[in-house]
């Protein structure tokens, strides 16, 4: 496929774009699975919550 | 209205977020490929521009951007009305959520827009008066997070932030107008743009080119789609904020039951 | 209205008799002015083109100086919580505060604006037009300023932090401010448009200042 005199600048473009991307959800991803683990870990350790009141957020 | 609420009302229990938002985030990311692979597809293998040649390419991904970067920021705001006013316990986790990807989106948009420039202009940047309130929009973004991370205290920190938030919205506007002008023909009414008084306009057409047909719907679908991976990623960033309150939580209950146990050894 | 005076009139003396801050922000309006020919060079054509984004943008930075000490001594040793508690409403409270900063702070420095255009060779023409827009900005800069004041009376690096968020939301009274000086310089009608928006912008800031920092004061002492 040729594009024409300003490849570079194309490539270079969608390149950017989708490593930004790609690092966002990857960050996402591995953030969730961690605070799974934290959170399981937690739990297996006999952590409780004091009360169903304040599941979730503070 | 009343049943609009009720819903609302349901979204607003944590848990029961987390199930609806589980079973619904590979559909949402599902359909954010498929639309982002058709829309990139068609605009790539649409005619070249006639004028601005194979770099009209870049347009499937930075007009997209450009949209998300704004789109970010009413979301935020909305959410910081939220918080500040219906006190909606996911208002905030939403805004936490959104800050860092609108951010990303609106500096994609700058970056996107400068690599599409150079070739356009000459230079990677001109103060063009588009590209300046996109900047200006990421100082905006760039100062929500700023705020967040430097208070301790995380539900004073939602709080501030959610003011700057609308703050923010309310002077967007005017910044907007005044680096871009206004000019609505019916009232008469007619505010030049910033740069007009600095620079000659005809080094760079501002009104850009009129955009074909061929151009147009690829640039649609490309939109819809990456608006579903923003909405995607944003209901993945609310799962994990979620995630790390639960975990605090617990943090802080083991820590006062082991002060109570020491508390109760003590006195015995 | 009384109360609101009262406030006024403690915020000015105290701001008077401290003194620091006033000469501080007229000192580095002055050095930041007489740095510039510095760094770009004598050329006084250059200078008197470019004077009135220097002088404009210049005041912007000297004003953020004092901005951060707007509530932080009175929240600090409480009389704010006093003052939330008194009769006044919160909002009022802001005002006041905001107006004595724009007396003691933007006044001073919109009156020490024309001295330092002489340093950039301004065009002595300008020089009615340049108080005029300055007297006229000013209290944007002042209200907007509170928001930002009372936003990061708690954060970590306040002051640093103050100069991020508040920056970007002066871009229209700046952008205004230089096209009215410019638009009297080059004697296009272009003055009277420019000087009314940004009297407009200044006017707005007084409302939605004092409400936002207000908001923001409430969260700050629950």
């Known amino acids: ?58 | 209205m009343m049943q609009k609420q009720s819903i609302t009302q349901k979204l607003a229990n944590p848990t029961r977020f987390m199930a609806l938002s589980g079973t619904l985030l590979p559909w949402l990311a599902g359909i954010a490929v498929i639309l982002i692979a058709y829309g990139l597809y068609r605009g790539w293998t649409a005619p070249p521009d006639y004028q601005q040649g194979e770099t009209i390419r870049i347009m499937y991904i930075h007009v997209p951007s450009a949209w998300l970067g704004m789109m970010g920021y009413a979301l935020i705001a909305v959410s910081s009305f939220g918080l500040l006013v219906f006190r909606h316990p996911l208002a905030d986790v939403s805004a936490k959520a959104a800050a860092p990807i609108g951010a990303a989106f609106t500096m994609l948009a700058l970056v996107t827009g400068s690599l599409w420039g150079k070739p356009m202009w000459g230079t990677y940047w001109v103060w063009d008066a588009r590209l300046t309130s996109v900047l200006l929009l990421f100082f905006l973004y760039l100062g929500l997070i700023a705020l967040r991370t430097s208070i301790e205290d995380e539900s004073l920190a939602s709080k501030l932030t959610a003011v700057l938030a609308l703050v923010g919205v309310v002077i967007l506007p005017f910044i907007k107008i005044s680096v871009e002008g206004l000019s609505i023909p019916w009232l008469g009414l007619e505010i030049p743009a910033w740069n007009t008084l600095h620079q000659p306009s005809s080094v760079f057409r501002t009104d850009g080119p009129k955009i074909h047909a061929s151009q147009l719907y690829p640039l649609l679908y490309s939109a819809l789609g990456f608006t579903f991976l923003f909405f995607t990623l944003h209901m993945k960033g609310m799962r994990n904020e979620i995630l790390r309150r639960r975990v605090k939580a617990l943090r802080i209950a083991e820590v006062d039951r082991a002060r109570e146990r020491e508390a109760v050894a003590a006195a015995e | ?222």
């Open chain 1, 1 to 58: 496929m040729d594009l024409g005199p300003h490849a570079a600048f194309i490539v270079a473009s969608y390149a950017v774009f989708t490593l930004v991307l790609v690092s966002l959800t990857a960050w996402l991803f591995y953030d969730g699975a961690r605070q799974k683990r934290l959170l399981e870990d937690l739990e297996a350790k006999g952590a409780r919550r004091r009360s169903r009141e304040t599941e979730g957020t503070k």
């Open chain 3, 1 to 222: 209205m009384s109360p609101f005076f009262t406030l006024l009139r403690r915020d000015i003396t105290l701001a008077l008799r401290e003194g620091g801050a006033i000469g501080t922000a007229l000192g580095f309006y002055l050095i930041v002015i007489a740095l510039l020919p510095l760094g770009l060079g004598p050329d006084l054509n250059l200078l008197s083109r470019i004077a009135p984004g220097l002088l404009w943008i210049a005041l912007l930075l000297s004003a953020l100086l004092s901005l951060g000490r707007m509530f932080e001594t009175d929240f600090e040793d409480g009389s704010l919580e006093l003052l939330a508690i008194g009769g006044m409403p919160l909002e009022l409270v802001a005002a006041a505060k905001a107006l004595a900063h724009w007396l003691t702070t933007g006044i001073p420095l919109a009156l020490l604006a024309p001295v330092l255009g002489i340093l950039l060779n301004l065009d002595i023409a300008a020089y009615g037009v340049l108080i005029a827009t300055m007297l006229a900005g000013t209290p944007a800069i002042s209200f907007i300023g509170a928001i930002g004041a009372a936003l990061t009376l708690r954060a970590r690096r306040g002051g640093l932090l103050l100069a991020l968020l508040i920056l970007p939301l002066y871009v229209p009274t700046l952008i205004y401010g230089i096209s009215a000086i410019s638009g009297a310089l080059l004697a296009t009608n272009a003055f009277w448009p420019s000087f009314l928006i940004l009297s407009a912008l200044s006017l707005g800031s007084l409302v939605l200042g004092p409400i936002a920092a207000a908001a923001a004061l409430r969260i700050q002492m629950q």
